[in-house]
């Protein structure tokens, strides 16, 4: 219970109007005096009634995306006796919202459709909303927290980019992930068998070789469609909306929603907070979303993600694209070492760079494209696609 404004200036003018009837022996000043308090006396104990009973109901979208327009539908089921008036929602799913609901009746459910923008990538779980009611004169405010459980997956907001220029279209109609994997020479484990004449001994698993006493490999999945790689740099992230690692996993997003149009397939690389690297392959494009929205800052560098990178977790990749925030103005040695030995892995190695306002990316993009990559540099006021689409560092 919260008094207002209001209230004092009853008791105060109550307290008053007292004074000078005693002084005076004007009895009608009492009564006027009387009036006053016993409406700061109802505007006490009413609120409590007013949202007594009342329950409380969000129904929400499984999975929404940021920056975009979402429906979400508030609904309030009446108690079972008298009418609730001058009451208002506040939640904060998706988007804080304040509603001011019309008259409630007995047994009655009143239904609000909100439109929300959410800000943050990731997945929103609300457990409670907040009821108030000032009702009737405005003397004091109650409030009450009303459970609920709402969860939404906030996936990365998504960007046509249309053909990009290291994203070429491959001659096939075959799926980019397939149902039913056939063996090869592809970068995917499938299975484990006996030796064959022609078998490459890399592929020898040693230690089952010794288990059984006979040699034993590894065999792979055939490598069809599967062509781009997209590593996503996790170590830090800062603000509270559309921050460097939102907008890393926005362009990520675009990149793979470019690429499986061109019918290419993808696979994701970053590190994650407990499963250090983690690598996402044979994924659809909502499985991949998915996994790009519940990306948290990991504290682990890029260089040791892009370290731990070797010629069997790029077999069959053509082009490793990586989305990173520039955070300063120095230069990263390590960083420029290990983008020139994926070039030397890779035909291509594209470094899309997220530029904050306060930063100076140009020698970051110089050191990117001495070390054989093509750089994207992406401004906060920028068009992606137009980002996208030429270089950042002049040849």
């Given at each position: 219970m919260r008094p207002s404004k209001r209230a004092v200036g009853l008791l105060l003018g109550a307290g008053i109007l007292f004074l000078i009837g005693t002084n005076v022996q004007a009895g009608w000043l009492y009564v006027l005096a009387a009036l006053l308090l016993g409406a700061l006396a109802a505007g006490l104990v009413l609120p409590f009634a007013a949202l007594r009973g009342l329950s409380i109901e969000l129904v929400v979208p499984d999975e929404a995306e940021q920056g975009t327009p979402t429906i979400v539908e508030l609904r309030v089921d009446g108690s079972s006796r008298g009418v609730r008036r001058n009451v208002t929602v506040r939640d904060t799913h998706l988007e804080p919202v304040d509603g001011l609901l019309p008259p409630i009746r007995r047994g009655e459910r009143i239904e609000v459709t909100t439109l929300r923008t959410p800000r943050r990538r990731g997945e929103v779980v609300t457990v409670q909303a907040e009821l108030r009611s000032n009702a009737p004169f405005g003397v004091a405010e109650r409030r009450v927290r009303a459970k609920l459980l709402a969860r939404t997956l906030v996936l990365p907001r998504v960007f046509p980019l249309g053909n990009l220029p290291f994203v070429e279209p491959i001659a096939t109609n075959a799926r980019a992930v397939h149902e039913a994997p056939r063996r090869g020479q592809g970068p995917d484990y499938l299975g484990i068998r006996e030796y064959r004449a022609g078998d490459p001994m890399r592929h020898v698993h040693w230690a089952l070789t010794a288990r059984h006493g006979r040699l034993m490999v590894r065999e792979f999945e055939e490598e069809r469609t599967?062509?781009?790689?997209?590593?996503?740099?996790?170590?830090?992230?800062?603000?509270?909306?559309?921050?460097?690692l939102d907008r890393c996993c926005s362009a990520a997003a675009s990149v793979l929603d470019a690429a499986t149009a061109q019918g290419q397939g993808a696979r994701l690389i970053a590190a994650r907070p407990g499963l250090g690297i983690d690598v996402l392959s044979r994924a659809d494009r909502s499985?991949?979303?998915?996994?790009?929205?519940?990306?948290?800052?990991?504290?682990?560098?890029?260089?040791?993600?892009?370290?731990?990178?070797?010629?069997?977790?790029?077999?069959?990749?053509?082009?490793?694209?990586?989305?990173?925030?520039?955070?300063?103005?120095?230069?990263?040695?390590?960083?420029?070492g290990d983008v020139r030995r994926l070039a030397h892995l890779v035909p291509r190695v594209v470094c899309v760079l997220v530029e904050a306002s306060a930063t100076d990316a140009g020698s970051v993009a110089g050191g990117l494209g001495a070390s054989g990559a093509d750089v994207r540099r992406w401004g906060p006021e920028d068009d992606l696609a137009e980002a996208m689409s030429s270089r950042g560092v002049l040849a």
């Open positions: 599967r062509r781009l790689a997209v590593v996503v740099d996790t170590e830090r992230d800062e603000g509270d909306a559309w921050t460097p499985e991949m979303f998915r996994w790009l929205a519940n990306l948290q800052p990991s504290g682990i560098p890029l260089e040791a993600a892009l370290g731990g990178l070797g010629r069997e977790d790029l077999r069959g990749i053509q082009t490793v694209v990586i989305a990173m925030p520039v955070w300063g103005r120095g230069g990263r040695d390590g960083l420029y």
